[in-house]
């Protein structure tokens, strides 16, 4: 067991790691993604500077032109990293899926009732979850909030300042809401959970329900779960 346990972690650990080249170029997609997210200011900026001065029509239609051209290259972009993540998110359910429930029916057999609580399939799936969702997008974007910040500051120090303090409060509210919601969302997922325990075991007992005549009863302790969540 203790040989199976260690290959099984291996396995666990080579999936992960053959995820290194993909979020390199992903982490590479994400500079450029965020590199062009200055083009909407940059325009902006050039229009009163150029175009709003000498009145040049031509000026404002190259400049529209090649803005067109870099936000559908951004489109292009973000598009193609969205679904390099989906694609990931799916390589590893795809090399864990089979280990996942290994380790789930055998869980019971080690731990016991301790084992029964845990759930390795739905873990994988919260994994898959996150890799397909705008999570790593926000943390490869992460990164690069300095840099909006410090070129808001060059315009001006009080609007950069101004940006500081509202990301600043933006961040509170979300660990606010996090604080919060933190105690019902545990609560709600463990309902959900005591509800699925009771499908499995009616499924796993119906003759015995049925004959039982309790049917009712299963019912309505079905209802009950079903309205706490």
């Known amino acids: 067991m203790p040989g199976s346990q260690r290959q099984k972690e291996s396995v666990i650990t080579h999936a992960f790691r053959s995820l290194r080249s993909a979020l390199l170029g ?13 083009t909407g200011p940059l325009f902006m900026l050039q229009v009163y500077d150029r175009v709003l001065a000498s009145g040049s029509v031509p000026t404002l239609l190259v400049l ?22 989906s694609r990931l998110g799916q390589r590893v359910d795809a090399q864990l899926s089979g280990v996942s429930y290994e380790i789930s029916t055998s869980l019971p057999l080690i731990l016991g009732p301790k084992g029964s609580k845990m759930r390795p399939v739905q873990d994988l799936d919260q994994v898959r979850s996150f890799l397909s969702g705008p999570g790593p997008s926000a943390i490869f974007d992460l990164p690069w909030m300095p840099l909006y910040f410090a070129i808001v500051y060059l315009f001006h120090p009080y609007l950069g300042m101004m940006a500081i303090g509202g990301a600043l409060v933006i961040c509170a509210l979300v660990g606010l809401n996090e604080f919060t919601s933190r105690r019902p969302s545990s609560e709600a997922a463990a309902e959900t959970n005591r509800r699925s325990a009771i499908v499995e075991a009616s499924r796993a007992n119906a003759e015995v329900i049925q004959a039982m005549g309790m049917m009712e009863t299963m019912k309505n302790r079905w209802h009950q779960g079903n309205d706490a969540t």
């Open 26 to 38: 992903i982490g590479g997609v994400s500079m450029l993604l965020n590199i062009l997210m200055l």
């Open 64 to 85: 529209a032109t090649l803005v067109g051209v870099l936000f559908l290259f951004y489109g292009i972009l973000e598009t193609l990293r969205s679904r390099v993540l």
